[in-house]
C-alpha cells in the first residue's frame, strides 16, 4: 500500500469506550447472577449427606471439565492453542487458586452458619473490591460507585433475611471463613480484569479451573478415588460447576479488564437477587416483603453504579 494513502479515521474513543463498557456491565452482571445457583447446591449437598470440601472438589472438577470439552469443541473449528509462557500460566492458575478459596471458606460457612449471615458476609465483596481498586490504583473511586456499594451492603441486610437471624451463638470460625471468602471473592474479580493473556476464552478458562482443582486437592485429596461421584454428587457438581464456574469465568473475562475493579465487585452483586429466585423455585423457599424489598434496594444500587458508565458529554 503507498505511504501516501489515506488512513481510515477511527470511531470516536469515547462511544466506543462507552459501548465497550455498557456491554462488559451486562457481561458482569450476568456473570454474576450465575453465582446464584450455588446456595442452592451447596444446602441440597449438605441435605444428601455430602460435606462442604467435597461439593466444592465436585464444583472444581466439573469446571474444569467443561472448559475442557469447550476447548476440544473449539479445536474441531480451527482454533489454536495460544503460547502463553511460564508467567501468564502462573497467573491464571494463581486465579484459579484464588476461587476455588473462595469457594472453599464459602460453602463451610454455609455449613455452620445461617444462611443469612452466610451470604451477608460474603456479599462484603461489594465495598471490600473498591478498597482493593483504592489500593491498585491509589485514586478514591467514583462517587456513584461508593454510594452503590453501600446501598447493596444495606439492601442485602434484608434480602438475606439477616435482620430476622439471631446471632447470639453464631460459629466464630463460620463467621470469619464469610469474611475470608469475601476477601477471596474481591480478589478474583480483581485479578479476572488484570491478568489477560493472549489466549482464548476456552484456553484462559481451562488454565484458571486447573488451577483451582489443583487447590481442591489440599481439601479432599481423595475426591476422585472415594467413590463420591457414584453417590449422587455428580448432577450437583455439574450445575455447581457450570453456574459457580464455568459461566461466571467465562463472562467475567470477557467483560472485568474493560472495567474498575470496585464496579465489577458492584454488579457482581447480582448474584443475590439471583440466587433468592433459584431457591424459591427449587427449594419452595419463601420470599416475603421485606426479602422482595432488600431485592429492589440492590438491584437500585447496581443501578447507581451505572451511572459512571455515561458520562456526560458536554465534557467529552
Given at each position: 500500500?503507498?505511504?501516501?494513502?489515506?488512513?481510515?479515521?477511527?470511531?470516536?474513543?469515547?462511544?466506543?469506550?462507552?459501548?465497550?463498557?455498557?456491554?462488559?456491565?451486562?457481561?458482569?452482571?450476568?456473570?454474576?447472577?450465575?453465582?446464584?445457583?450455588?446456595?442452592?447446591?451447596?444446602?441440597?449437598?449438605?441435605?444428601?449427606?455430602?460435606?462442604?470440601?467435597?461439593?466444592?472438589?465436585?464444583?472444581m472438577w466439573a469446571g474444569f471439565a467443561l472448559f475442557a470439552v469447550f476447548l476440544l469443541f473449539n479445536?474441531?473449528?480451527?482454533?489454536?492453542?495460544?503460547?502463553?509462557?511460564?508467567?501468564?500460566?502462573?497467573?491464571?492458575?494463581?486465579?484459579?487458586?484464588?476461587?476455588?478459596?473462595?469457594?472453599?471458606?464459602?460453602?463451610?460457612?454455609?455449613?455452620?452458619?445461617?444462611?443469612?449471615?452466610?451470604?451477608?458476609?460474603?456479599?462484603?465483596?461489594?465495598?471490600?473490591?473498591?478498597?482493593?481498586?483504592?489500593?491498585?490504583?491509589?485514586?478514591?473511586?467514583?462517587?456513584?460507585?461508593?454510594?452503590?456499594?453501600?446501598?447493596?451492603?444495606?439492601?442485602?441486610?434484608?434480602?438475606?433475611?439477616?435482620?430476622?437471624?439471631?446471632?447470639?451463638?453464631?460459629?466464630?470460625?463460620?463467621?470469619?471463613?464469610?469474611?475470608?471468602?469475601?476477601?477471596?471473592?474481591?480478589?478474583?474479580?480483581?485479578?479476572?480484569?488484570?491478568?489477560?493473556?493472549?489466549?482464548?476464552?476456552a484456553q484462559r478458562g481451562l488454565i484458571v479451573c486447573g488451577g483451582a482443582v489443583v487447590m481442591s486437592?489440599?481439601?479432599?485429596?481423595?475426591?476422585?478415588?472415594?467413590?463420591?461421584?457414584?453417590?449422587?454428587?455428580?448432577?450437583?457438581?455439574?450445575?455447581?460447576?457450570?453456574?459457580?464456574?464455568?459461566?461466571?469465568?467465562?463472562?467475567?473475562?470477557?467483560?472485568?479488564?474493560?472495567?474498575?475493579?470496585?464496579?465489577?465487585?458492584?454488579?457482581?452483586?447480582?448474584?443475590?437477587?439471583?440466587?433468592?429466585?433459584?431457591?424459591?423455585?427449587?427449594?419452595?423457599?419463601?420470599?416475603?416483603?421485606?426479602?422482595?424489598?432488600?431485592?429492589?434496594?440492590?438491584?437500585?444500587?447496581?443501578?447507581?453504579?451505572?451511572?459512571?458508565?455515561?458520562?456526560?458529554?458536554?465534557?467529552?
Open positions: 500500500m503507498s505511504q501516501n494513502a489515506p488512513k481510515h479515521k477511527p470511531f470516536p474513543t469515547a462511544a466506543v469506550d462507552a459501548g465497550t463498557r455498557t456491554k462488559a456491565a451486562i457481561l458482569v452482571f450476568f456473570g454474576g447472577a450465575c453465582y446464584g445457583f450455588n446456595a442452592t447446591c451447596y444446602k441440597l449437598s449438605y441435605a444428601w449427606g455430602f460435606s462442604s470440601a467435597q461439593i466444592a472438589a465436585a464444583q479445536r474441531t473449528r480451527g482454533e489454536k492453542w495460544g503460547k502463553l509462557g511460564c508467567t501468564n500460566t502462573l497467573k491464571l492458575l494463581g486465579i484459579g487458586a484464588v476461587t476455588c478459596i473462595t469457594s472453599i471458606f464459602y460453602t463451610y460457612a454455609m455449613s455452620v452458619l445461617p444462611v443469612a449471615l452466610a451470604l451477608t458476609l460474603l456479599f462484603q465483596f461489594t465495598w471490600i473490591g473498591t478498597v482493593i481498586q483504592v489500593i491498585m490504583t491509589h485514586r478514591p473511586p467514583a462517587l456513584s460507585q461508593v454510594i452503590s456499594a453501600a446501598v447493596i451492603v444495606f439492601g442485602t441486610v434484608f434480602a438475606s433475611g439477616l435482620y430476622a437471624t439471631d446471632l447470639s451463638s453464631c460459629n466464630p470460625w463460620g463467621i470469619a471463613a464469610g469474611l475470608l471468602a469475601a476477601v477471596s471473592c474481591a480478589s478474583f474479580l480483581a485479578l479476572s480484569g488484570l491478568v489477560q493473556p493472549k489466549c482464548s476464552q486437592h489440599f481439601i479432599c485429596p481423595d475426591f476422585i478415588v472415594s467413590g463420591v461421584l457414584l453417590q449422587g454428587i455428580a448432577p450437583l457438581g455439574l450445575i455447581a460447576g457450570a453456574c459457580g464456574f464455568f459461566l461466571p469465568i467465562l463472562l467475567l473475562s470477557m467483560g472485568a479488564p474493560h472495567l474498575p475493579t470496585g464496579l465489577t465487585s458492584v454488579l457482581a452483586a447480582s448474584e443475590l437477587p439471583a440466587g433468592l429466585f433459584v431457591a424459591m423455585i427449587v427449594l419452595g423457599s419463601p420470599i416475603g416483603a421485606v426479602e422482595w424489598l432488600g431485592v429492589v434496594i440492590i438491584l437500585f444500587g447496581i443501578c447507581v453504579s451505572q451511572l459512571q458508565l455515561f458520562p456526560n458529554r458536554a465534557s467529552q
